[in-house]
């Protein structure tokens, strides 16, 4: 009699690389867009950060231990990570408690509502980020300037990120010529210091991080760059067709978020594919979509 097929859950391929070895390497990859995040918007961002980590964590222990009744996985690092994801998405003058409402989507709908870490079918973040996004549009797109004081707490100046200013500029006849001096310069966009997200803006961090996460090959190449050079290669078509109503290849991949979301983002491990060309087709669909939705949602 042959032997028996046996069918487990994953994972399948067994190594000394723990997930929360993964996590806590991801964790130090997102170490100097943190420090970047604080320098721009001073104070305000470690707060956005602090709570939406430890409002992550104390979701998933009180859930575990109290609704599903579980082992806590607290100690994984994976309600960290999303907790300085979801912070990252996030404007820093947004309100503690649409923070603390964002993390509990992230953790318990997105998440453990799936079975928890290795189960979910979205990156839990980016759901507590769409939920706020779809909930309270004014305060998640009110984004804040980079401050002066970096210690105060007080409402926060805010303005349009590079891409808002493009899109409405362009929307009142105004082109790419008239823009140049009203955006910030391709090395303003490099190095972050410019309106956004708590954790998109500088290029540079994300990617010293993304390196690092390379190194360690807690990531492959694949999706990252796929995804950038699929932007760069679809935004330069329109660019070289009309120069004056579309922006340049540099300013996509260096301002909305794109290298945050090609790095930290798209190479979640639970929500991407596995084989090489999974990962080549699934980096050009993101790049795809991405472009598609700046240039014509």
């Known amino acids: 009699m042959a032997d028996p097929i046996i069918i487990s859950a994953s994972p399948h391929i ?25 320098y721009v918007f001073g104070i305000r961002a470690l707060v956005l950060t602090s709570v939406a980590v430890i409002s ?12 599903l009744k579980t082992e806590s996985t607290i100690t ?12 990252f998405n996030l404007p820093s003058n947004l309100p503690i408690w649409m923070i603390i409402v964002g993390a509990l989507i992230a953790i318990g709908v997105a998440k453990l509502s799936f079975g928890g870490l290795g189960y979910n079918i979205f990156n839990p973040a980016l759901v507590g980020r769409v939920f706020l996004l779809v909930s309270f549009p004014v305060q998640m797109t009110s984004w804040p300037v980079p401050v002066e ?35 910030p310069s391709i090395m303003e966009l490099f190095l972050g210091i410019t309106s956004g997200s708590a954790g998109e803006m ?23 760059i796929t995804i950038l050079v699929t932007m760069a290669a679809f935004t330069g078509i329109f660019w070289l067709i009309d120069p004056e109503m579309y922006a340049n290849p540099l300013i996509h991949i260096l301002s909305g978020g794109a290298i945050l979301g090609a790095f930290y983002m798209a190479t979640d491990m639970v929500t991407t594919p596995v084989s090489t060309k999974g990962m080549l087709l699934f980096g050009v669909g ?6 598609l939705i700046r240039l014509f949602g």
Not at 14 to 38: C, N, Q
Not at 56 to 67: A, G, S
Not at 76 to 87: N, P
Request: hydrophobic share 50%; glycine share 8%; proline share 2%.
């Open 76 to 87: 994984d690092g994976s309600a960290l990570i999303t907790g300085i994801l979801l912070a």
């Open 14 to 38: 067994h190594s000394a690389r723990t997930s929360k070895k993964v996590m806590y390497d991801v964790l130090y990859a997102l170490i100097p867009a943190f420090l970047v995040s604080i």
């Open 149 to 183: 004081n970096k210690f105060s707490l007080v409402d926060a100046v805010t303005g349009e990120t590079t891409l808002g200013i493009i899109k409405e500029g362009l929307m009142y006849g105004e082109t790419m010529s008239t823009l140049a001096d009203k955006i």
């Open 56 to 67: 992550c964590i104390v979701f998933e222990y009180l859930i575990q231990k109290y609704l």
């Open 286 to 291: 993101c790049g795809v979509l991405t472009v």
């Open 202 to 224: 500088s290029a540079l961090a994300l990617l010293l991080g993304g390196v690092y996460l390379l190194i360690r090959k807690v990531i492959t190449w694949h999706i990252p």
